[in-house]
């Protein structure tokens, strides 16, 4: 070979050399982006994921406020049952009482009642007594009327003898 030859046998290598560098470079270009590309996915992933364990921590703190809200729920509907309960036992006692009252309230009727028959006999009574008090006034009246026309009459004959 002659020394021309090699002379372009070497350039043709350095320029495949140059060529495969430029390529290398070029790669380790594209290597570098690919990298902080996958540095800056990293980030955010790392980002998502402290986003995603705050939305978890929230989450829990929430359903801990649900399970208060639920145990006070619970609380409420139990006093809520103590109170029905004892809405209940009054109602029993306040229809028990009534029963009591509707029951005097007969008695009273009944009373009252027989009370009214007696003032009507009673009134009847008073009546007839007082048509019995008339009859004996006016029968006093006319009796002493006639006893004194009896005395005038006794008088007249006495003084007429």
Do not use: P
């Amino acid at each position: 070979m002659e020394n021309t030859q090699f002379q372009e046998l070497v350039l043709q290598q350095l320029k495949m050399l140059i060529t495969g560098q430029a390529n290398l470079e070029q790669r380790l270009t594209n290597l570098e982006q690919g990298f902080t590309k996958l540095e800056q996915r990293q980030a955010n992933l790392e980002e998502g994921f402290a986003k995603l364990e705050q939305r978890q921590a929230n989450l829990e703190q929430g359903f801990i406020k649900l399970e208060q809200r639920q145990a006070n729920l619970e609380e409420g509907f139990i006093k809520l049952e103590q109170r029905q309960a004892n809405l209940e036992d009054r109602q029993a006692r306040l229809e028990e009482n009534q029963g009591q009252l509707a029951k005097k309230l007969d008695v009273i009727f009944v009373q009252t009642a027989m009370l009214t028959e007696f003032r009507t006999e009673v009134n009847e009574k008073l009546d007839s007594l007082q048509c019995t008090q008339d009859r004996q006034e006016k029968i006093l009246e006319r009796l002493s009327l006639r006893s004194i026309e009896h005395e005038a009459d006794i008088a007249h004959i006495r003084m007429a003898r």
